[in-house]
Nanobody
């Protein structure tokens, strides 16, 4: 069982930046690919970004390419989502997730077995 705890959400003005963190309880953190998803009010949970176990492969949703960056720090069992140029449409609850298909930066929710509780990001216009 992998426990994931997100932090770093908050309220920011359009054009601002935030960095989300996700700390994993699992000592075998390097056995998992990691992803970030988000759910806006009234919408389905959608893919944002993912990174393979070794950081060699990353994927991003088209809506965040060039603005968001995912990274991981194995020694701290933590994955980050650096967000720049935030827009009001980025407002959502952001979730961290872990996938046992470690070599792939998977974009499908179905491939992630473990999820955090989420952290709220609100971007004001």
């Amino acid at each position: 069982q992998v426990r994931l705890v997100e932090s770093g959400g908050g309220l920011v003005q359009a054009g601002g930046s935030l960095r989300l963190s996700c700390a994993a309880s699992e000592r075998t953190f390097d056995s998992y690919a990691m992803g970030w998803f988000r759910r806006a009010p009234g919408m389905e949970r959608e893919f944002v970004a993912a990174i393979s176990w070794d950081g060699a492969s990353t994927n991003y949703a088209d809506s965040v390419k060039g603005r968001f960056a995912i990274s991981r720090r194995s020694g701290e069992s933590t994955v980050y989502l650096q967000m720049y140029g935030l827009k009001p449409e980025d407002t959502a609850v952001y979730y961290c997730a872990a996938s046992a298909i470690a070599g792939t930066a998977a974009t499908s929710r179905a491939l992630y077995a473990y999820w955090g509780q989420g952290t709220q990001v609100t971007v004001s216009s």
